[in-house]
Nanobody
Framework: QVQLVESGGGLVQAGGSLRLSCAAS????????MGWFRQAPGKEREFVAA???????TYADSVKGRFTISRDNAKNTVYLQMNSLKPEDTAVYYC????????????????WGQGTQVTVSS
């Protein structure tokens, strides 16, 4: 069992930046594929970014070039650097861990954090 705790959310103006962190306990993060997802009010949870155990990454088209996912296995933490934020990025952001292969599908992820709110004002 792995426990995930997100932090770093907040209110930012359009064009600004935030860095989200996802700290893990209970297991070593290096054993997992890690993903970031988001859910806006009234919408389904959607994929944002994922990173493999070896550091390979993939992004949703909507955030490509603006967001960067990274991992620090020594700190058991995954990050999501978000630049050039837009109002449409407003959502609750969740990190998730998965024991299989790199995937963008939420139901494939085994463990989830509680989420952190990101609000981008125009």
């Amino acid at each position: 069992q792995v426990q995930l705790v997100e932090s770093g959310g907040g209110l930012v103006q359009a064009g600004g930046s935030l860095r989200l962190s996802c700290a893990a306990s209970g297991r070593t993060l290096s054993n997992y594929v890690m993903g970031w997802f988001r859910q806006a009010p009234g919408k389904e949870r959607e994929f944002v970014a994922a990173i493999s155990r070896s550091g390979g990454s993939t992004y949703a088209d909507s955030v490509k070039g603006r967001f960067t996912i990274s991992r620090d296995n020594a700190k058991n933490t995954v990050y999501l650097q978000m630049n050039s934020l837009k109002p449409e990025d407003t959502a609750v952001y969740y990190c998730a861990a998965e024991v299989g292969v790199l995937t963008t599908i939420p139901r494939r992820y085994d463990y989830w954090g509680q989420g952190t709110q990101v609000t981008v004002s125009s």
